[in-house]
């Protein structure tokens, strides 16, 4: 039977130690824009309120109407590049139609950038410099980490290609030495590309769309899918109960990465507001 990866043990440790971080310290500042009425950003933003509130940062939501253009909202970034309390800010995806999401990235300074989207962050990242990166290929890095999971030389194939998961978690896991190929909807033979992975992260929002036969024996599986099922239910992009009968590690959803997500947005936040008031 696999070892079930626990996202939540780890997110617990790593708010801990934030907290333990601020004693004494400024207050970092995180301001979240949040455009449009999505409901599923809605409640993702106000997790994130409250977790700020648990480890002491100071939490703002800048709500801006679905009929805001693209010029306002760069307007109210600007606003925050420039207010010396905000360490950290962010533009909740995703964007209303007619908003250029990579102008919005591009928009934020690079140091405040906690969702690691800036150009510059994303070169820091694939060049091995340091920087402010994607929190949830950190979340994914810290979990393999915490549980002394070989990267060094393993295969490790992801799922997905999208600029907030698979092109980062890519450059993450190079940078630990694996081999990486990263698949997608054109790729040939999925199935058997994924049976050749030391380490299977999936990144692609359809569920149960792993199969345990796509597994190799041994494999450690990351699951960063949470898809919502129609009678409210989540579940991942991997079929859970197949595949923990044959891989030595894997993560639950919900429970694996989601919780580490909003808990290295954190961390990116305490350590921009760090380098911002040295």
Not at 40 to 69: M, P, Q, W
Not at 182 to 196: E, K, N, Q, Y
Not at 202 to 230: E, F, H, Q, Y
Request: charge should be neutral.
């Amino acid at each position: 039977m696999a070892l079930i990866l626990s996202g939540r043990e780890l997110a617990r440790e790593v708010t801990d130690s934030l907290r333990t971080r601020l004693i004494g310290a400024p207050v970092p500042g995180l301001a979240v824009i949040l455009v449009g009425d999505d409901p599923a950003s809605a409640v993702y933003v106000a997790s994130k309120e409250k977790a700020c509130h648990r480890v002491g940062i100071r939490s703002t939501v800048v709500r801006l109407s679905s009929g805001a253009d693209e010029g306002y909202v760069l307007s109210r970034i600007q606003e925050l590049n420039a207010d010396p309390a905000v360490h950290g800010i962010l533009c909740q995806l995703p964007l209303p139609p007619g908003i250029d999401r990579h102008r919005v990235a591009a928009a934020v300074l690079p140091c405040k950038d906690v969702d690691g989207f800036h150009p510059e962050n994303v070169g820091r990242l694939w060049r091995g410099q340091n920087g402010l990166f994607p929190c949830t290929p950190l979340g994914v890095m810290g979990l393999l980490h915490r549980n002394g999971i070989t990267l060094e030389g393993r295969h490790a194939v992801i799922l997905g290609r999208s600029d907030i998961v698979g092109k980062p978690m890519a450059a993450m896991l190079m940078r630990a030495d694996c081999t990486v190929t990263v698949a997608h909807s054109r790729t040939i033979d999925l199935p058997g590309l994924c049976r050749t992975a030391d380490i299977l992260v999936t990144a692609v929002g359809r569920p149960g769309m792993v199969r345990g036969d796509w597994v190799k024996p041994g494999c450690v599986v990351i699951d960063v899918g949470i898809n919502r099922l129609s009678d409210g239910s989540l579940a991942g992009d991997v079929c859970f109960s197949e595949a923990e009968a044959v891989a030595a590690a894997i993560t639950p959803v919900p429970g694996g990465i989601g919780p580490l997500t909003i808990a290295y947005l954190l961390e990116n936040t305490v350590n921009a507001m760090e380098q911002l008031t040295r």
